[in-house]
């Protein structure tokens, strides 16, 4: 856990198999005040080469961004 600014503010990361893995992880925090939960969901895309495009003033390649 990592403090935040603020009045007891803390970032928590997790890794769960599932939302309904959450819940018993909260409830061990709700006797010490209100919790508030975001949720990323994070899914990897597979690697794609760069796109290259031609530079300006000659013919060689360069990236394009």
């Known amino acids: 856990?990592?403090?935040?600014?603020?009045e007891d503010c803390y970032f928590m990361?997790?890794?769960l198999r599932s939302i309904d893995d959450l819940e018993p992880i909260l409830?061990?925090?709700t006797p010490?005040?209100?919790?508030?939960?975001?949720?990323?969901?994070?899914?990897?895309f597979p690697l794609r080469p760069l796109p290259?495009?031609?530079a300006?003033?000659?013919g060689e390649?360069?990236?394009v961004m």
């Open 32 to 44: 010490h005040g209100r919790t508030t939960s975001s949720i990323v969901h994070w899914v990897p």
């Open 13 to 15: 990361k997790l890794y």
């Open 52 to 54: 290259l495009g031609r």
């Open 56 to 58: 300006r003033g000659g």
């Open 61 to 63: 390649r360069a990236l």
């Open 1 to 6: 856990m990592l403090p935040d600014t603020g």
């Open 27 to 29: 409830d061990r925090f």
